[in-house]
């Protein structure tokens, strides 16, 4: 059985996709930020006034992602760099977390959503204590486990199962793993017989790119025993897609471009890797990111963690800032809520011991905050 140690510095390694997709920190000949977002600024059909930013509330302990319930309840996981009892929360009408589906025995959730229905769904990467990958959904009136599905047959030992996509139109999920750097892939569920597919695995649409992500002047690094410090290159994680669950739009966290590719596509088992590989779309440039959301117009809403904002991929393709505030300091993850607005949280990752060179500088409070975007999303997305 590994040590608490040992199961700490498993975590690190495997979440910044140790391996090819890791450079030293001394960035030699790499790029910085994201390749062609670099200078996005708003565009001349961008001339809006920046939406309010409204904190929703200011919490002492680091969220990872969340989703809102279709009743408008807010559910969160807590990021494993902090170390929190809790994997997972809600957030009551006082701004207080309270555990949320303790019996369903989770080890360690990131990436989490609600579907239309009320269930929410939960992906344990299992990188705390070990254990098999699931992936459970978990009804909180009944308080009990509608479905528990074990994702061992199709990750690797360095996978790190992140974020997903609920598409009950056709009863699927669809998960992001950039395990660890070549072996990026996507994983299809099958929702109601639990089957699941590894497919795009190495596709240059999952993989990392050669960037440096620079936050307030100080690059994202990681100390490793021996005392030299190395830059994270991390694959696919960012994952949504459209109303209609027709288009699955995704890209790798440290990447210059967001992709797409038809679901039927990804859910074809007759198709060979080569096939659907040839089916991915680039889609649009994007800058380094984390959590994604689409609107009902199809503007993709994005973190732009280097320049502590957020970002908007329009429908005609084009990028630009759409609210640059010091407060959005890593913004991690979006859920539209049925209010209309488009909620959001704020977890200084990169504040963390882990992806700070070893030293922890996040400082509470940590915040969960909503915006209003130019169109309405799906609820819980």
Request: a negative charge; aromatic letters at 6%; one cysteine or more.
């Amino acid at each position: 059985m590994r040590s608490a140690h040992c199961r700490w510095l498993l975590t690190a390694a495997l979440l910044v996709a140790c391996g090819p997709s890791v450079r030293p920190s001394d960035g030699a000949g790499a790029e910085s930020a994201g390749a062609g977002a670099e200078d996005a600024r708003p565009g001349p059909g961008n001339a809006e006034a920046p939406p309010l930013l409204e904190v929703v509330a200011q919490l002492d302990q680091g969220p990872g992602n969340l989703t809102v319930q279709p009743d408008g309840r807010v559910v969160m996981s807590l990021h494993q760099f902090y170390g929190h009892d809790d994997r997972v929360v809600t957030l009551d009408d006082g701004g207080k977390l309270r555990p949320f589906a303790g019996p369903a025995g989770l080890d360690s959730v990131l990436g989490l959503q609600a579907d239309s229905r009320g269930t929410v769904w939960l992906l344990d990467n299992a990188m705390r204590g070990g254990g098999k990958r699931r992936l459970v959904g978990w009804n909180e009136d009944t308080q009990s486990v509608v479905a528990d599905i074990d994702l061992s047959a199709v990750t690797p030992d360095d996978a790190f199962v992140n974020d997903l996509v609920i598409d009950l139109d056709h009863g699927a999920a669809y998960i992001a793993d950039p395990a660890g750097g070549a072996n990026a892939a996507i994983v299809v569920v099958d929702l109601t017989s639990g089957a699941a597919r590894r497919v795009l695995e190495g596709h240059g649409s999952v993989v990392a790119e050669d960037l440096d992500l620079v936050i307030d002047g100080n690059p994202v690094r990681i100390r490793q025993a021996d005392g030299s410090e190395i830059r994270p290159r991390i694959g696919v994680n960012p994952i949504a897609a459209d109303a209609a669950n027709e288009w699955l739009y995704f890209g790798p966290m440290h990447g210059s471009a967001m992709y797409r590719v038809k679901t039927s596509d990804l859910r074809d088992p007759q198709l060979s890797a080569d096939a659907l590989g040839s089916r991915v779309e680039r889609y649009s440039d994007k800058p380094i990111c984390d959590g994604i959301s689409i609107d009902a117009e199809g503007n993709i809403y994005l973190g732009d963690l280097a320049r502590n904002a957020i970002g908007v991929i329009r429908a005609d393709r084009s990028y630009s800032v759409l609210l640059a505030d010091p407060r959005l300091s890593w913004v991690d993850a979006f859920s539209a809520g049925p209010d209309g607005y488009l909620y959001l949280v704020v977890n200084q990752l990169h504040r963390t011991a882990v992806l700070n060179g070893g030293t922890p500088a996040s400082q509470p409070p940590y915040l969960v905050a909503r915006f209003k975007p130019f169109a309405p999303g799906t609820t819980g997305r």
